[in-house]
C-alpha cells in the first residue's frame, strides 16, 4: 500500500516548504481526508479530538485557496473567519497559520478577549484575510464597527461541542447571521451531540464528513490509574508523587478556579515550581503560565477545564485529575493532554468517596474499569472515609441556634419568618394618619 504524503494531497509548493521547515512529512487521518476535499470547495463536518491534526486539515486548504485568488480585504474587513472557544485555542491556531504561511502572502491576526482591544482594532483597520477570533470580542468589535464580516469568503468553527459547553451557542447564531450565505464552511467538534447535528444542518452545505475518531475514544498510549484518598489527604497524596523526577511536566486538573489558585501557591511553597491557569485570569497571565510550562520553567501546570482541549504541549509526561469532572467526556480531553505527537502518557486520578459515580460514569465511558492504584499514604476503608467526610462537612456548615425549648448540639431547620405565619405576620407599616398596621392589598387579577 503506497504511503500518503502531503505532497500527494495538491497542496502547492509554498506550503509543502513550510510544512518541511516544521519537519512534517507524512499527514494524519483527517488530514489525508478533509484536505482533498477542502481543496475542492466541498463544505465539511469534521469529528475529531484535538491532538488529532485537525488545525492544518483545516488551515492548509484555507491558506491555498485564499493565496491562489488573491484580493484586498477592504477597511475592518476579513476573507475567512476561524472561531475557537478558548483564547489559548485561538492563539494556537494563530500560531499554526503563522507557520504554515511564511512562504505565502496572507495576512492575518487574533483578536481575543482578557487584552486590551488596541492593538486588535490596528490590526483590523487595514482588513485581514484569515481572522481568528473568541466569539465575545469578536461581537465586541463588530458592534463598534471596527470589524466587518460581509465579505467573508470562509467561515470555520472549531471544537463546536465546546463552544455549547461555554454558552456561546447565542452568539454563534449572531455572528452567522452576519455572514455572506455564498460561503465555504467547516464545522468541527470532538463529539456529536444532537445541538451539533441541529447546528451542522443550519450552517453547512451538502457537506463531506469525515470522522476520525469515534465520539469519544481513550487513547490507547495512555496509562490510567485511579488513587482512592480521603479528599483532605489528597494535597499529601499529590506532594508525595512528585517527589519522583519521572513526573517532569505535570498538568494538574482541579475544579474550581480558586482550587487551582491555592494547589498551585501550596506547590510552590513545597518548593515545585508551578502555575495555574483558568478563566479568571488575564490573558497575558494565562499566556505566560502557558510559556513557562511550555519553556520548563513551571513544572506544574494547575488547571481548570479550560485547559482540557486546545492546549497542545509536547511532552507531558503526567496528567493528575486532583479533582474527578462532573462530565465523563472531560476525563478524556483532559488525559489526552498526555500521550500527544506518537509519546506515551500517564494519567493519574484522585477518587473521594464521595466522587465515586463520577468514577463509575468514566468506566462506563471506557467500556472499562481503571486500575487502582496503592495509595502509599496508607489507604482507609470506605466507612472510615464516609465519617471523616461527614465530620467535614458538619465542621464547615454554618451554626445555628437551637429553638427554644430544644437542646443544644443537633442540627435544626431554619425557623421560617414570622410574616409566613398563617394569621401571623411581621409588624406592617403604619397607616397613613394612624398607628394601626394595615396590609397593602394585593392587585386584583386583569
Known amino acids: 500500500m503506497t ?18 521547515a516544521e519537519k512534517y512529512t507524512h499527514p494524519t487521518p483527517i488530514q489525508a481526508q478533509a484536505i482533498p476535499l477542502l481543496l475542492e470547495g466541498r463544505d465539511l463536518f469534521g469529528l475529531a479530538q484535538t491532538g488529532t491534526g485537525k488545525t492544518a486539515a483545516f488551515t492548509l486548504p484555507l491558506l491555498q485557496r485564499l493565496n491562489k485568488n488573491q484580493k484586498a480585504p477592504g477597511r475592518n474587513g476579513v476573507r475567512a473567519l476561524i472561531l475557537a472557544p478558548t483564547r489559548e485555542l485561538a492563539v494556537q491556531i494563530g500560531d499554526s497559520i503563522r507557520a504554515y504561511s511564511q512562504f505565502v502572502a496572507i495576512r492575518h491576526t487574533v483578536i481575543t478577549g482578557g487584552v486590551p482591544q488596541g492593538r486588535q482594532v490596528k490590526a483590523m483597520s487595514r482588513g485581514v484575510d484569515i481572522l481568528v477570533a ?20 470562509t467561515f470555520i468553527l472549531d471544537e463546536g461541542d465546546r463552544m455549547f459547553d461555554m454558552g456561546f451557542i ?30 451542522a444542518r443550519e450552517i453547512l452545505n451538502d457537506p463531506a464528513k469525515v470522522e476520525v475518531t469515534p465520539e469519544v475514544i481513550t487513547v490507547d498510549r495512555i496509562k490510567q490509574h485511579v488513587f482512592h484518598v480521603q479528599g483532605s489527604r489528597k494535597r499529601d497524596l499529590l506532594h508525595e508523587l512528585m517527589a519522583d523526577p519521572a513526573l517532569s511536566r505535570v498538568i494538574v486538573f482541579t475544579r474550581t478556579k480558586h482550587g487551582a489558585n491555592r494547589l498551585a501557591d501550596q506547590l510552590v511553597k513545597s518548593g515545585v515550581n508551578a502555575d495555574a491557569i483558568h478563566g479568571n485570569k488575564s490573558q497575558g497571565a494565562r499566556q505566560r503560565a502557558l510559556n513557562d510550562f511550555k519553556d520548563n520553567r513551571s513544572r506544574v501546570l494547575v488547571a481548570t477545564d479550560i485547559a482540557s482541549r486546545g492546549i497542545d504541549v509536547d511532552d507531558v509526561s503526567h496528567v493528575i485529575n486532583f479533582d474527578l469532572p462532573m462530565e465523563a467526556e472531560s476525563y478524556v480531553h483532559r488525559i489526552g493532554r498526555t500521550a500527544r505527537a506518537g509519546a506515551g502518557g500517564i494519567a493519574i486520578s484522585f477518587c ?10 468514566i468506566e462506563r465511558l471506557l467500556k472499562r474499569p481503571i486500575d487502582t492504584a496503592e495509595n502509599p499514604l496508607g489507604a482507609a476503608n470506605d466507612s472510615e472515609l464516609r465519617e471523616r467526610r461527614d465530620h467535614d462537612q458538619d465542621r464547615d456548615e454554618p451554626r445555628r441556634k437551637p429553638h427554644r425549648g430544644q437542646p443544644a448540639g443537633k442540627k435544626y431547620r431554619a425557623r421560617k419568618p414570622e410574616g409566613n405565619k398563617a394569621g401571623g405576620g411581621a409588624k406592617q407599616p403604619a397607616k397613613p394618619g394612624g398607628d394601626k398596621p394595615f396590609r397593602r392589598s394585593r392587585p386584583r387579577a386583569a
Open 170 to 199: 447565542r452568539d454563534i447564531r449572531k455572528i452567522v447571521q452576519m455572514l455572506p450565505r455564498e460561503r465555504h464552511t467547516m464545522l468541527f467538534s470532538a463529539t456529536m451531540p444532537r445541538e451539533i447535528e441541529k447546528l
Open 134 to 153: 473568541t466569539p465575545g470580542r469578536l461581537l465586541d468589535l463588530v458592534n463598534q464597527r471596527h470589524v466587518d464580516l460581509h465579505s467573508a469568503e
Open 352 to 361: 473521594d468517596p464521595a466522587e465515586k459515580k463520577y468514577l463509575r460514569d
Open 3 to 20: 504511503e500518503v504524503t502531503f505532497s500527494g494531497l495538491g497542496l502547492a509548493d509554498p506550503l509543502l516548504k513550510a510544512l518541511a
